[in-house]
Nanobody, 123 residues
């Protein structure tokens, strides 16, 4: 069963930058699309960015377009999210997962989420 471990969150001032990492166990990582999500207190989880198995990026949340960049290293079973020009409204717990629900169900269980990593943007 695949497990996802997010890291890299921190307290950062507005305008600052962070790089989040998500390490996945298992040998199938390179075969499926991955995404980063975030959940702010009192709000629903939202999809932030998607990257295909081959490394093409085909979705960014409008509010992060031009500021965030998703990438992956299949040799390391890791997906990254570079966060630049951070704003207080980016404050949230960030999670990675595959947006492909069939793959998620097969590899992790439909309701599986890692522990997430907290990003707090504040002066």
């Amino acid at each position: 069963q695949v497990q996802l471990v997010e890291s890299g969150g921190d307290l950062v001032q507005p305008g600052g930058s962070l790089t989040l990492s998500c390490a996945a166990s298992g040998s199938d990582f390179s075969t499926y699309t991955m995404g980063w999500y975030r959940q702010a207190p009192g709000k629903e989880r939202e999809l932030v960015a998607i990257i295909t198995s081959g490394g093409s990026t085909n979705y960014y949340l409008d509010s992060v377009q031009g500021r965030f960049a998703i990438s992956r290293d299949n040799a390391k079973n890791t997906v990254y999210l570079q966060l630049n020009s951070l704003k207080p409204e980016d404050t949230a717990a960030y999670f990675c997962n595959t947006p492909n629900l069939a793959v998620r169900t097969r590899l992790m269980g439909l309701d599986y989420w890692g522990q997430g990593t907290q990003v707090t943007v504040s002066s």
